[in-house]
């Protein structure tokens, strides 16, 4: 079946624009994580969702970014006002969330690159 | 918060030969511990993964073993190919609390000399 996808695959914007990832989860998984990958780095948890419950926001680096998501669908990571520091790669994750198992099956990315 | 330390960052073997990679974690709570191969331009793909309830899991020419109180885990491959070079993750987890979210080593490059 179908697996995470996201877009655009690339993203070159200029210092102080705004940009808006999309990632769509696979059918059926209730929860949803955004991480961040910068060059050479491991991941970087960002925030996660779970149905309808409040989202964990703990690993957002700081105010500029947010993230939305509607009921157990499309997710949409924003960065506001970016900077260089924010160049990356941006991987979503979703998952069948239990109590016993969180295989996370990840999106290939989104590269955005902040001049 | 909980902090993996992975080990080597890049790893070179010769074709058939055995590669190992290590990762220790901070939290005696964790108790998943997947690993994720990344190859060029692609997400991370789980590859194995171990529960704390377990010390050793076996796929084929993949191995994960775990040591809780030691706090470190290790992933094996065999008989390497040159298809097994990429950047392999380690990572910890909580499962049952929170959310469940992963805490990621800095990866290792494995380079596999045909």
């Known amino acids: 079946g179908a697996g995470v996808s996201q877009s655009p695959s690339n993203k070159v914007t200029e210092k102080g624009k705004d940009v808006e990832l999309r990632c769509d989860p696979i059918?059926?998984?209730?929860?949803l994580y955004w991480y961040r990958q910068r060059l050479g780095q491991g991941l970087e948890f960002l925030i996660y969702?779970?149905?309808?419950?409040?989202?964990?926001k703990s690993g957002l680096p700081s105010d500029r970014f947010s993230a939305e998501r509607t009921g157990e669908s499309v997710s949409t990571l924003t960065i506001q006002r970016t900077q260089q520091e924010d160049s990356a790669v941006y991987l979503c994750?979703?998952?069948?969330?239990?109590?016993?198992?969180?295989?996370?099956?990840f999106g290939p990315g989104t590269r955005l690159t902040v001049l | 918060g909980e902090n993996v330390e992975q080990h080597p960052s890049t790893l070179s073997v010769q074709e058939g030969d055995s590669a190992v990679i290590k990762c220790t974690y901070s939290?005696?709570?964790?108790?998943?511990f997947p690993w994720y191969k990344q190859e060029l331009g692609k997400g991370p793909q789980l590859i194995i993964d171990?529960?704390?309830?377990?010390g050793e899991k076996k796929d084929q020419r993949i191995a994960v073993t775990l040591n809780k109180t030691a706090k470190h885990f290790s992933l094996h491959i065999t008989e390497t190919q040159p298809e097994d070079s990429a950047v392999y993750f380690c990572?910890?987890?909580?499962?049952?609390?929170?959310?469940?979210?992963?805490?990621f080593g800095k990866g290792t490059k494995l380079s596999v000399i045909p």
């Open positions: 990572a910890a987890s909580i499962v049952g609390a929170g959310s469940y979210q992963l805490t």
């Open positions: 939290d005696s709570a964790s108790n998943y």
């Open positions: 994750a979703s998952s069948l969330r239990t109590t016993s198992y969180n295989e996370q099956f």
């Open positions: 059918s059926g998984h209730t929860a």
């Open positions: 969702f779970q149905g309808n419950s409040a989202p964990d």
């Open positions: 171990i529960r704390s309830n377990v």
